[in-house]
């Protein structure tokens, strides 16, 4: 039997964008895990962007399941952010790992968005097409993200 040869690999990073994971203290969220996820640096602009993209997604895939939490807060304060479709593979990825075999009338995953000068008008016009209103679940300011997702972290409880 051929004997092959296993190469130790590492999830690329990519340049100029880092990770950090932060929970919410559980006493101050009715017991719920809230993590945030924030990101740090340059998010490069279209095509340029997908590993980055891609990093952000599996970022927060790894802190859903590491943390096991009832609401994840993705903090795009520090991060600047012009253009690029593939950040919305975050959105579309969680939906796959929370949502797969939820019911009809289910409430969603609570994910909630924060964003700064930095990355705020490009991620509503990407989440937001035609000049439509923000949605509910994008802030500028963290405690209120965290209020909001506390709220619907209860929710979807409540309802699984």
């Known amino acids: 039997m051929k004997q092959f040869t296993l190469v130790e690999a590492t999830p690329p990073v990519p340049k100029g964008l880092s990770c950090r994971f932060f929970l919410v203290d559980r006493t101050e969220t009715d017991r719920r895990t809230v993590l945030v996820v924030s990101f740090d640096g340059e998010y490069p602009d279209g095509s340029l962007g997908n590993g980055h993209g891609a990093y952000i997604a599996t970022s927060a895939l790894h802190g859903l399941k590491a943390f096991d939490a009832d609401c994840v807060i993705l903090d795009f304060r520090a991060m600047t952010y012009r253009w690029g479709n593939t950040l919305l593979q975050v959105f579309d990825d969680i ?10 009338g289910e409430p969603p995953f609570p994910v909630v968005v924060v964003t700064s000068e930095r990355s705020q008008a490009a991620f509503l016009s990407l989440v937001t097409p035609n ?30």
Do not use: M
């Open 131 to 160: 000049g439509r209103a923000a949605p509910e679940w994008h802030f500028d300011d963290i405690d209120a993200a965290i209020a909001y997702g506390t709220r619907k972290a209860r929710e979807w409880l409540d309802f699984i």
């Open 95 to 104: 939906a796959q790992f929370r949502d797969s075999g939820s019911d009809p």
